[in-house]
């Protein structure tokens, strides 16, 4: 029997759970190997050599090469992991938020004044867009 | 005989460290989020821990996805300070109380807690951040640090009742060493965030200051909390306070809440602490 997923109706979030860890595991490998100096070095030398280390998904792949970083999410990357793409980038964690919510500098702005409310984001019907 | 005499819930968020390492606490952001731990810091020279006992997660740092413990306690003579990208903060070596940590990992494995032993491990802004705030810069942590690691970046963490009774189980195995030793406990991370997605950056006051509520009047009902009520709640990183019931569960059933704080942001997170005295 399968696994009540019973999170799955979060709007705009991706609970990283065993599947999307087996799924994601060699993007994830790839990204987190940046926290290493001598690998950062490899990958700003030859990117695609650096990341044919990793056995990624040609979309994977693709989408570390268009530095999208939502569609890396989407094939079960997740955010710790690709945030050490973007620092690798020089993008912190709040400017990646502002590229991953499509807000840009206004992101920052709304934390300031006290973040996303619950009100209206429990839900995936509360969401027109999911 | 060693005892736990207090707890501190605090949230571990990456970027107060920086905050601190850079100099910057006095700018008008970060002022609000250091006002509230002066009275903690004042708190700790009189608590004079001997020993903490550190509840934390790794951020994909000493373990990536290739080795996901879910219960994991450090048991080297010390951790140095990990390299998350950008060097390692400059803050000083962790150093262990060796003997308690192997008697601790001993009796919990028998108390049927399988918890993963740590005989190397560098540690993350996870651990570093809450000694930051709570000691803020000495040349030498003032206190010997055991760490617990628990995962809570892959679903799911641990459960809240798990966490909760280890917590208990942590407790007899302190009662159960012979050293006298004050001991308190920190569970770390929260409170409301969310990292990732189209969703980043919610934060739900009304939920954190109803769980800082809960930790003294309630923490058994407290523990019980789904892990989809945090994450729909209180952002899908929300999911680390289940640490916080590590901590709870080591102290009385009766405490005293002796101080609280809470800013929004810092960062895309929500700042919570608390500090609990065992009422015996
Ligand atoms: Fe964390």
């Known amino acids: 029997m399968a696994i009540n997923k019973d999170y799955e109706d979060i709007p705009g979030t991706f609970v990283f759970d065993a599947d999307r860890a087996r799924i994601g595991y060699h993007l994830n490998q790839f990204c987190i190997s940046l926290s290493k100096a001598e690998n950062r070095d490899a990958f700003k030398t030859d990117p695609e050599a650096h990341m044919a280390k990793f056995p990624m998904s040609e979309e994977q792949s693709q989408a570390v090469r268009d530095r999208d970083w939502n569609r890396m999410l989407e094939l079960c990357g997740n955010i710790y992991y690709t945030s050490k793409l973007a620092a690798f980038d020089g993008i912190n964690f709040q400017q990646l938020a502002g590229l991953m919510t499509g807000m840009g500098d206004s992101y920052r702005e709304m934390m300031v004044n006290g973040g996303r409310p619950i009100a209206g984001n429990r839900y995936k019907h509360e969401w027109k867009e999911d | ?280």
């Open chain 2, 1 to 280: 005989m060693a005892r736990i005499t207090a707890g501190v819930g605090c949230s571990h968020v990456p970027a107060i460290g920086v905050a601190m390492d850079q100099g910057i606490t006095e700018d008008d952001y970060w002022k609000p989020v250091f006002a509230g731990f002066e009275k903690s810091r004042e708190w700790m020279k009189e608590a004079k821990p001997d020993v903490i006992i550190l509840v934390y997660n790794d951020h994909c740092t000493a373990f990536d996805s290739s080795i996901i413990p879910t219960f994991a306690l450090g048991c080297a003579a010390e951790f140095q300070p990990a390299d998350e990208g950008w060097g390692p903060r400059p803050v000083p070596v962790v150093k262990n109380h060796q003997v308690m940590a192997s008697h601790i990992a001993q009796s919990l494995i028998l108390d049927e807690f399988d918890i993963t032993i740590m005989n190397e491990m560098d540690v993350d802004h996870g651990l570093t951040v809450p000694l930051s705030v709570m000691y803020n810069q000495p040349t030498e942590w003032p206190a010997l640090v055991i760490p617990l690691a628990v995962n809570v970046v892959m679903y799911p963490a641990p459960t809240g009742n798990r966490c909760y009774n280890l917590g208990k189980a942590i407790r007899r195995a302190v009662e159960s060493f012979d050293e006298d030793l004050n001991v308190v406990i920190f569970g770390t991370g929260g409170m409301s965030h969310q990292l990732q997605y189209k969703r980043a950056g919610l934060i739900n006051p009304e939920w954190d200051k109803d769980f800082l509520d809960r930790l003294t009047s309630d923490p058994v009902g407290l523990s019980q909390m789904p892990h989809v009520e945090y994450m729909r709640e209180a952002g899908s990183e929300g999911v680390e306070m289940v640490m916080w019931h590590v901590m709870r569960g080591a102290l009385d059933d009766e405490v005293t809440e002796v101080h609280r704080h809470y800013h929004v942001p810092a960062s895309n997170t929500a700042v919570g602490h608390i500090i609990l005295e065992n009422k015996s």
